[in-house]
């Protein structure tokens, strides 16, 4: 997979970040790629600093950067013998404004942090952090389950082949070319994902539509049969040959399904657009994108459309 071309990774457990790390390795070797690891440190509030110095003699701020570098220094440490040069740097800000900067000013296509809120003792739906950067940050954000294996075994990617609009085409067509390329560099299993409905559902089911007994199952039918034939184009546009068994074609709300079909084939990584339609810059990542984001409980690889424009500036 050749798209990724300068990686950035934050870290900041030097026990749960491990596989993090080594999965971002070993895509920058594959890529041949430029890879920078950060740890972020926040910002202390006026005057902390200085009564720590009059008073004790300790600079904290610089206590916490020493701590910092120490954690990059033991996580990298096993990769010296590596092809890749690895860039370190400790940042100092809040967390999702100073990644969404350093992102902005040195121009990475790509993302990754691990996903470390946990719930009685197991990883859990995505923290703050990671739903800021996946509503924010101008790249792909690669959210890493702490509990992943780095090489994965199944990958799910979801599709909207309904699209109209040429952005979510080719959102499309980006989704599926990165779910290959993982799929092939992991010899991983591909699975396609695609939940459709019927437009007026609801008023088609109701006395006021009087249809006779059976002429609403009709509907249902040719329309699985018609949203069957057009995701088995779209594939065949791409060149794509898969098993029927991987091929998920569900009717029903996505946000619900795609849970459901994660769990059930055991995915380890889900990868999926954030396009929303609300019209605010800066802030697209759709319900449907965010109703999967808190219900998935694996890795998750989120792409914007091309058009996107963070609001975090530099």
Not at 88 to 103: I, N, P, S
Not at 108 to 126: A, E, R, V
Not at 199 to 208: D, I, M, T, V
Not at 227 to 256: C, M, T, Y
């Amino acid at each position: 997979m050749k798209r990724f071309k300068n990686i950035l990774v934050f870290v900041h457990d030097d026990h749960l970040d491990k596989p993090l790390i080594a999965r971002a390795m070993s895509l920058a070797e594959r890529n041949n790629s430029e890879l920078k690891v950060v740890g972020i440190i926040d910002e202390p509030p006026r005057g902390f600093n200085e009564i720590f110095e009059k008073k004790l003699d300790i600079n904290l701020q610089r206590l916490l950067c020493d701590h910092q570098e120490d954690l990059l220094a033991r996580l990298l440490d096993r990769y010296s013998d590596s092809p890749i040069s690895v860039n370190r740097e400790t940042l100092t800000g809040r967390a999702f404004v100073t990644l969404c900067k350093e992102v902005i000013r040195n121009k990475h296509d790509l993302l990754m942090i691990t996903n470390n809120t946990h719930k009685d003792g197991q990883p859990s739906n995505f923290g703050s952090l990671a739903m800021h950067l996946l509503r924010k940050c101008p790249c792909p954000v690669w959210v890493f389950h702490s509990q992943s294996n780095p090489d994965f075994r199944r990958i799910l990617v979801a599709v909207d082949i309904g699209a109209i609009d040429e952005a979510e085409q080719s959102l499309n067509r980006k989704l599926l070319q990165l779910g290959t390329s993982l799929a092939e560099c992991d010899s991983a299993d591909l699975h396609v994902l695609y939940c459709w409905s019927i437009y007026g559902e609801r008023l088609l089911r109701s006395p006021r539509a009087g249809l006779k007994e059976g002429d609403f199952d009709e509907i249902i039918g040719a329309a699985r049969a018609a949203v069957e034939a057009k995701l088995e184009d779209f594939l065949n546009e791409q060149d794509l040959q898969l098993p029927r068994s991987n091929l998920h074609i569900l009717k029903g709300d996505v946000g619900v399904n795609a849970a459901e079909v994660a769990r059930s084939q055991n995915i380890d990584l889900f990868i999926m657009g954030t396009l929303g339609r609300s019209g605010v810059q800066g802030y697209l990542i759709g319900n449907t994108a965010e109703k999967i984001i808190h219900n998935i409980n694996c890795s998750l690889l989120a792409i914007k459309p091309d058009y996107f424009t963070s609001p975090i500036e530099i």
